[in-house]
DNA sequence: ACTATGCATATTATCGATTATTTATTTTTC
DNA sequence: GAAAAATAAATAATCGATAATATGCATAGT
């Protein structure tokens, strides 16, 4: 009996628009799935991964998804107990404020340099990203959230990626992962009152002006409102 | 026939010093022997991840390997590439100043935040450290490299969580991981001609009179120093 | 009624074998 | 004799089965 065989192509049209995860192995790909559904909130925190139910989900086989969920381990996406098991990381508040407050620190350092360093290329690219942004969030459409979480997602790496540093990009990708997680659990997207767009729109012309301590504040800003945001409808349970 | 079985207090005396590292399965004992070979240096930058061979080496079966060896990806120790493998992550100088520069904004914050918020608990656990690990470090033992290791680790941690944040642990300990690596494959201890407990005095000294300014001073000057010296140590090819 | 003990069931951790892919070697062709 | 093609060997990725462990339930004892 042949053995499942597995192409790029057929793994990569499974989800509508994920430019990002390029998954080369079954492993890769498993992984991006499950990543991609916890910070979604498709697995919910605290949800056990009990593995031959994951198994007929994502039709892999129980070594190969372990081998998956480990890496999601290490990301403190999952955590491990023992020899019980593996089961989403649980949430809660104090969590989301410091991720926020390293976050904070980290993004607006590289926002500055970006303005500081950031070559001509580079603000066209931003320029595109932003551009591309904008499109999706005025006005708002619930419909096309997805391609909105990647440009909103992009428009934040580029912009701390003016002075290119790999620790830095990889520290803040694993913090957005979270916030944006906790983002997920408490904002129904359609919710969201607040004009996003002036945000960001004021953040762009600030770094655009090559005015430093503007972009930065205008980043803090964004980055702390967000997580207000968040704190204030998991208060009012607005599930 | 009996699968082979493993039990706690067998695994825990393999290595001297491993009051950190409490290894629950398999899998993450050998997460943490791998973990600790490429740090210290056993396994070099490059180096082929050949499951074949590591098995005998850690006496555990391929798909459980395997699974160690993907938690390490997520930490950037080693890199995978497509269905070619893995290796141990490569090193350069770029890099080293990236995770230098990063480190430096995050654990100058958190030691400012623990002088402003440190608990006087805190500063008895501090303290204690700080004995220690000077015992290993005046004078210098070369035999005793290990406990030393050990403590400067700790007192690092310690030092950056008097106002405790799991994020700022996390990353910083990632952080410092791979300085560690670097360190370890530039300098040989006994080389270390300057004076770290001096340095570690210093910041200990700043952070218990409630000098926020000096203890940041101090916390910056001592890490990069560290750099500066691993990046000496590589132009000389000292090896 | 409530805890404790033992058995059945479910789930996890581990292994060894199978299939797929890459790398090395030889053979063929121009 | 060098490039290309074909074959062989080595290594990686994946799977399905088995042993170890934990969980749930029933029964016995207080």
Excluded: C
């Amino acid at each position: 009996m042949a053995k499942r065989t597995f192409n790029l192509a057929e793994l990569d049209n499974n989800s509508q628009f994920n430019n990002k995860q390029e998954s080369k192995t079954l492993i890769e790909h498993a992984y991006s799935l499950m990543r991609q559904d916890i910070i979604s909130g498709a697995l919910k925190p605290g949800e056990k991964l009990r593995v031959a139910h994951l198994q007929k989900k994502y039709e892999i086989s129980a070594s190969t998804l372990r081998e998956a969920i480990s890496r999601l381990v290490s990301e403190y996406l999952v955590s491990a107990e023992g020899q019980r098991g593996y089961k989403v990381s649980d949430i809660n508040i104090d969590e989301l404020k410091d991720i926020t407050d390293l976050r904070v620190l980290i993004e607006v350092k590289a926002v500055r340099e970006s303005v500081r360093h950031g070559s001509d290329e580079w603000k066209q690219q931003l320029t595109e990203v932003f551009n591309q942004l904008s499109q999706f969030e005025q006005p708002i459409n619930p419909d096309k959230s997805q391609q909105w979480e990647y440009y909103n997602s992009q428009f934040h790496q580029l912009l701390s990626n003016g002075k290119p540093s790999p620790w830095t990009l990889r520290t803040l990708k694993l913090l957005s992962q979270h916030s944006e997680r906790y983002r997920h659990l408490a904002i129904k997207i359609s919710k969201n009152k607040r004009d996003v767009h002036a945000e960001h729109t004021t953040i762009y012309e600030a770094v655009m002006a090559g005015n430093e301590l503007r972009a930065a504040l205008a980043t803090e800003d964004h980055i702390r409102t967000t997580t207000e945001q968040i704190i204030n409808n998991y208060g009012s349970k607005s599930n």
